[in-house]
């Protein structure tokens, strides 16, 4: 029989033992079970056991354990740490994941480590060790925080399968319905319930939302865009002047822009489609605009209130515009718009007149980022990883041709499936080939993320990782399905003999496994 945690099974009283303390409490959007309260009294009565007073809480409620940039308490902490604020000696924690579950681990370890240089020490209440500094401490204290990251990030897999799950039956999610729409709330048998205004959500887990048509006068008045749009040929700046002249608003009780025009002319939630993953911003790292073979769609998912025709019309005229001008003549626009505004952003672009959309950019250019370097912008985010990411998708091709070549070589039989790319060699087995990209930490450690095509179910996946300049190949890893499960692995420059079992220099090697080893008959 096990019985509960207590505290006091792993206290040690020492008579030098700081006098006052500070609690840090977090409520994560995910564990909402650990209340800042339940997480308080925990920490109090492991309080009473040592002998401390509480004298100043730090409190983030909701907020997600991920980073530090939205957690207002921990970084007044850190900040009341660093500049001598601290009128403490020791800080009380419930334990590892409530002080967050960061991606780096060594991030975790760093905001430790600048309240330990102050002199003040951080004690997780509810851990069976004590943070004493000692190696068997490290080393647990370790493994936790890459636990709590693991979690994390195994959560995001699974939640973003369900969403995009929940895209394909036609269920909306999330954001605003946008003018001339509406959210309705419906049951799991897609029974109307109710229509959420703005700002409400659903509260139950077994709810959806849809869009629905909104009122007449916003279905009229967005049918009436696209005919002042298509039939009369008004520029978007035009007929918001006109929507605005009128007194309407939109749906945000805001007036009309040019870049909100454009954003009804070329929403297809208008003509009833589901568009879901054209910008991820997973685990609150990067923003990344995805190319369309990413997105998730469902098609007629809602009823249409734009005739599809006037959609497609709508798009052709907002794509052919841009081909008028040169490449030079958009250069020179957007040269312009940069020394007018001292910086520029896709939105900057929509909302600016007598310019192309930044849609139009990035397909004339290859990206935004591309059209941004032409004119001399630096953006301060670095968008270098789209960049790498087309390259090595202009790569996969060289590596699977490469792959083929060399099992053929061997002397094995192979065949490539002309849409999947998976290859079947020696009618024994399937291989899928991926590419993992290399990426540098900010501690200046190489990490590669590799997505298995678990849709495929090839019985090897041919994994091959890149230099640190993504341009040459380091290595690769040859990963069998019964061994490796998930949807993707997350790989360091040294794996431990579990994974680097799996290594080879070269992808060559993958053909020399491939090949056919004569047996004499046995009588």
């Not at 096990?2 to 840090?24: G, I, L, N, W």
């Not at 399937?430 to 990426?439: D, Q, Y």
């Given at each position: 029989?096990?019985?509960?945690?207590?505290?006091?099974?792993?206290?040690?009283?020492?008579?030098?033992?700081?006098?006052?303390?500070?609690?840090?409490?977090?409520m994560s959007t995910d564990h909402q079970q650990y209340s800042t309260e339940n997480q308080a009294t925990a920490i109090e009565k492991h309080a009473k056991q040592i002998g401390v007073e509480i004298v100043r809480t730090y409190a983030d409620e909701g907020k997600s354990g991920l980073n530090i940039d939205s957690r207002g308490a921990l970084k007044r902490l850190i900040d009341d740490v660093q500049n001598g604020r601290a009128d403490f000696e020791m800080i009380l924690v419930y334990d590892i994941s409530r002080w967050g579950?960061?991606?780096d681990a060594d991030e975790?370890?760093?905001?430790?480590?600048?309240?330990?240089?102050?002199?003040?020490?951080?004690?997780?209440?509810?851990?069976?060790?004590?943070?004493?500094?000692?190696?068997?401490s490290t080393i647990v204290k370790t493994v936790k925080r890459a636990m709590a990251g693991e979690y994390s990030r195994e959560l995001s897999v699974k939640v973003f399968a369900g969403q995009c799950r929940l895209v394909e039956l036609g269920y909306r999610q999330g954001g605003t319905a946008g003018f001339g729409l509406r959210r309705l709330l419906v049951d799991s048998a897609r029974r109307p319930k109710a229509e959420l205004a703005i700002g409400e959500h659903k509260s139950l887990q077994t709810d959806r939302v849809v869009l629905v048509p909104g009122p007449d006068r916003e279905v009229e008045l967005v049918q009436r865009i696209y005919r002042m749009f298509v039939l009369q040929g008004k520029r978007e700046p035009e007929i918001a002047a006109a929507l605005n002249a009128e007194g309407h608003l939109t749906d945000l009780g805001r007036p009309w822009t040019r870049g909100t025009v454009h954003q009804v002319l070329t929403a297809e939630k208008y003509i009833g489609?589901?568009?879901?993953?054209r910008i991820s911003f997973k685990l609150k790292k990067r923003r990344i605009v995805n190319e369309a073979d990413q997105w998730i769609r469902a098609d007629g998912a809602y009823d249409a209130i734009v005739d599809p025709d006037f959609f497609d019309a709508a798009r052709r005229i907002i794509s052919d515009r841009s081909k008028r001008l040169t490449d030079d003549q958009m250069?020179?626009?957007?040269?312009?718009?940069?020394?007018?505004?001292?910086?520029i952003s896709g939105l900057v672009i929509d909302e600016s007149e007598d310019m192309p959309s930044s849609?139009?950019?990035?397909?004339?250019?290859?990206?935004?980022?591309?059209?941004?370097?032409?004119?001399?912008?630096?953006?301060?985010r670095d968008y270098r990883y789209i960049e790498i990411n087309r390259a090595l998708r202009r790569l996969h091709p060289d590596i699977v041709r490469g792959t083929i070549a060399a099992i053929e070589e061997s002397g094995g039989a192979v065949c490539c499936d002309p849409i999947s790319d998976v290859l079947a060699v020696?009618?024994?087995?399937?291989?899928?080939?991926?590419?993992?990209?290399?990426?540098e930490t900010e501690g200046g450690s190489l990490r590669w993320k590799i997505r298995l095509d678990v849709g495929l179910r090839p019985d090897i996946t041919?994994?091959?990782?890149?230099?640190?300049?993504?341009?040459?190949?380091?290595?690769?890893?040859?990963?069998?399905?019964?061994?490796v499960l998930g949807r993707q692995l997350r790989l360091a420059e040294d794996n431990g003999l579990h994974l680097d079992a799996y290594r080879f220099d070269c992808v060559e090697a993958f053909g020399r496994i491939c090949a056919r080893a004569p047996m004499r008959a046995v009588a």
């Open positions: 029989m096990t019985r509960d945690f207590d505290a006091s099974d792993h206290v040690t009283r020492v008579p030098d033992v700081p006098s006052r303390a500070a609690q840090y409490v977090r579950r960061f991606q975790g370890a760093y905001y430790e480590y600048i309240c330990r240089r102050a002199g003040i020490a951080v004690e997780y209440c509810a851990e069976q060790f004590r943070n004493d500094g000692s190696v068997a489609n589901n568009v879901y993953n250069l020179e626009r957007l040269r312009r718009l940069f020394g007018d505004r001292g910086w849609s139009a950019y990035a397909t004339r250019f290859g990206s935004l980022l591309r059209a941004y370097q032409l004119v001399g912008f630096s953006p301060s020696n009618d024994e087995f399937t291989a899928s080939v991926v590419i993992a990209r290399c990426r041919l994994a091959v990782r890149m230099e640190p300049d993504n341009q040459q190949v380091r290595d690769c890893y040859l990963l069998p399905r019964i061994d």
